[in-house]
C-alpha cells in the first residue's frame, strides 16, 4: 500500500483539486450521465470553474466547521486526492450535530493505494473534533465502487433517496456512519 499522507488544502491545491474532481468525474459519471453532460463538466471551462470554487472553499469558507482535505503521496508535491466535508445541508439533518461529507475524489489511476481510507479517516476525526456526532454523504446508487468503499468503512444507507437531474434522472441514496456515540 502506497504511503501517502493527508493534510488541510492550502490555496495553491485549488487547480489540483479541480483536476482530481473533473478526472473521478469521468471515471464515475461516464456510465450514470450524457456524453454531452459529462463533457460539459469536466471541459477545460468547467475545470477552471471549479478551481475558482475550491480556491473560496479553502481560503473563505462559509464557517470554521468547512474543511477540505487533500491525500499527498510520499516524495511527491501533487495531489492525490481530496475530501471536503462540513455541516449537514439536508432539511432532515440538524447542522449542529450532524456533518456532511460533500466530496471524495481519488485519481481512478491511483485508486486502492489508500488515499481514499486516509481522507475519510482524517475528515472522520476532524468532524468528531468538531463535535459532530453522525456523518452523511450522497453517492450515485449505481457507483457500486464507493458504495462498497464507504460501507467497508462502516458506512450505511440511511433509507434516503433523490434524483439528480443531470439531463436524466440520476438516483442518489444517502449513507451514514457515526463519529461519537449515539446519545442514551
Known sequence: MNQGFVRAARASDAPEL????VASW?????????????????SAAAEKQWTGRWLEAITTPPTSRHRV??????????????????????????????????ELHVLPDVTGQGHGGRLLNAVADTLAED????AYTWALSADGG?????????????????????????????LHTWLSPAPD
Not at 18 to 21: E, L, M
Not at 71 to 99: C, I, Y
Open 131 to 134: 463535535g459532530f456526532r453522525t
Open 146 to 174: 464507493r458504495l462498497s468503499f464507504l460501507e467497508a468503512a462502516g458506512w450505511a444507507p440511511d433509507g434516503s433517496h433523490s434524483n439528480l437531474d443531470m439531463g436524466v434522472r440520476v438516483h442518489v441514496v444517502r
Open 26 to 42: 469521468r471515471a464515475s459519471f461516464a456510465d450514470a450521465v450524457p456524453d454531452d453532460v459529462l463533457a460539459e463538466l469536466t
Open 18 to 21: 479541480a483536476r482530481v474532481q
Open 69 to 102: 482535505h487533500v491525500a499527498v503521496d510520499d516524495g511527491k508535491t501533487s495531489v492525490t486526492g481530496f475530501a471536503a466535508a462540513g455541516p449537514a445541508t439536508d432539511g432532515d439533518l440538524w447542522p449542529a450535530t450532524d456533518a456532511e461529507l460533500y
